[in-house]
């Protein structure tokens, strides 16, 4: 348990020590949400701004821990539309962007 304490506050960057269990799931699955959030605007962002994509995404719907579609059926199909427009362009070879 108190290393489990430690990995979540690790994820969250603080001290663990006058914090519960609780307490640091909640700031971990928080911090999931923001950091899915970022890459969600920056993936938006960039597929954007591509030429001749005519693709507009909506962050919402392709964040997988936000309280859109994301987490839904859906919202996986979005990605995996994404992953595979990005593949299959090549781009993944220059970002690091993977079809994990």
């Known amino acids: 348990m108190l290393r489990v304490?430690?990995?979540l506050a690790g994820i969250?960057?603080?001290d663990?020590?006058?914090?519960t269990l609780r307490k640091?799931?909640?700031?971990?699955a928080g911090r999931k949400r923001v950091d899915g959030q970022l890459f969600a605007w920056h993936l938006a962002g960039v597929v954007g701004?591509?030429?001749?994509t005519g693709k507009v995404l909506d962050?919402?719907?392709?964040?997988?821990?936000?309280?859109g579609a994301g987490g839904t059926a859906e919202g996986r199909r979005e990605i995996d539309r994404?992953?595979?427009?990005?593949?299959?362009?090549g781009i993944a070879a220059?970002?690091?962007i993977g079809g994990n």
Do not use: Q
């Open 82 to 89: 994404v992953r595979d427009f990005i593949s299959a362009r």
């Open 49 to 52: 701004f591509m030429p001749l």
């Open 12 to 14: 969250v960057g603080v």
């Open 16 to 19: 663990p020590a006058r914090l």
């Open 59 to 67: 962050p919402e719907r392709i964040n997988p821990f936000g309280t």
């Open 24 to 28: 640091l799931a909640w700031m971990a």
């Open 94 to 96: 220059l970002g690091g």
């Open 5 to 7: 304490c430690y990995e």
